[in-house]
């Protein structure tokens, strides 16, 4: 792929592995300088003021913009002397990328006990819950077209699908959603977990095709998804006892371990390389349901 053809969050995220790879060492100096030739005009090329970026990819703007100044940067040539001088202003900022990283995991040890709680209630309250697991994404010969602002406006309209509980939604107990970025292809991508009242819902593979499906709709055509729930793979996961999607019971303690597993892939601190490096302003990257509601048969009510 040729790097003009970088859509905006490809960039960035090559923008952001250069970086951490350099400061890493783990890149010799003839490749910094090979990408950087090809990633700076592309960045520049994307920059928005008004998006947030991770602190590697601000370390990419900061340190070359002290280099080469108002130049433009098309007509920026990253030499031997150019690209020493990168290095060299780049490891002021690796203290504030390690921050970035050590905060990215802390909030996700924070996310993984809220998650673990509100599916432990859930499941605690139903007999059984149809777990649903899919990762909505983009198909790889479109994403070219897909701006993190688009992929903020398709998951907006999604998450609202989703609370309106109508459709492949009906009946629809719990949901938890994380939005993630591949650290080498870039791709933007969400992990979905939705939670059904198992005495109304009961075929999880039709119900994750339904759901892919208004996924691809809602992105016009842009987007894909995985299931987990297909035969095959479902008895691959059952042969190795570790089986949590699909019908789970409340009192099959097993079903039970393996779906909070399944529940809290969506928040694993080690997953440093997978967060979003630029976020459209607000943009959430997790969330989920709310168990206590007035809605919600079987509780105490709410005091208000």
């Known amino acids: 792929m040729s790097y003009l053809q970088l859509n905006q ?36 090329n994307h920059f928005n003021i008004e998006l947030f970026y991770s602190k590697p990819a601000l370390a990419f703007l900061n340190s070359t913009q002290a280099i080469v100044g108002d130049i433009y940067p098309e007509n920026v040539i990253w030499d031997h002397d150019k690209t020493q001088r990168f290095i060299n202003i780049l490891s002021c900022y ?88 591949g650290d080498i292809k870039g791709g933007l991508h969400c992990h979905l977990l939705l939670m059904y009242d198992g005495s109304q819902r009961q075929s999880d593979w039709y119900l994750a095709k339904e759901v892919g499906e208004k ?31 699909g019908m789970i019971h409340q009192n099959n303690p097993a079903e039970v371990e393996n779906a909070l597993c399944t529940a809290l892939y969506l928040t694993k601190p080690e997953k440093t390389e997978q967060y979003l490096k630029l976020k459209v302003p607000g943009m959430r990257t997790f969330g989920h349901g709310q168990f206590r509601t007035s809605k919600r048969r079987g509780l105490p009510p709410i005091s208000k």
């Open 94 to 181: 690796k203290n504030d990328i390690e921050n970035e990283r050590q905060a990215f995991i802390y909030q996700e040890a924070q996310n993984k006990r809220e998650l673990q709680h509100y599916v432990s209630s859930l499941i605690n309250h139903y007999s059984r819950l149809l777990f649903i697991r899919i990762d909505l994404k983009y198909a790889k010969e479109t994403s070219h077209h897909v701006t993190i602002e688009t992929f903020n406006d398709h998951m907006s309209k999604f998450r609202e699908l989703i609370g309106n509980k109508k459709t492949c939604f009906e009946y629809l107990q719990g949901n938890a959603w994380a939005l993630e970025q």
């Open 215 to 245: 996924w691809k709709t809602i992105t016009g055509g842009l987007g894909e998804y995985y299931s987990y729930h297909d035969k095959e793979t479902k008895q691959c996961y059952e042969r190795n006892g570790k089986l949590g999607i």
């Open 9 to 44: 969050p490809l960039v960035v995220a090559k923008v952001h592995s250069l970086v951490t790879d350099t400061l890493a060492n783990t890149i010799c100096f003839n490749e910094i300088m090979k990408k950087l030739n090809g990633l700076y005009y592309p960045f520049m």
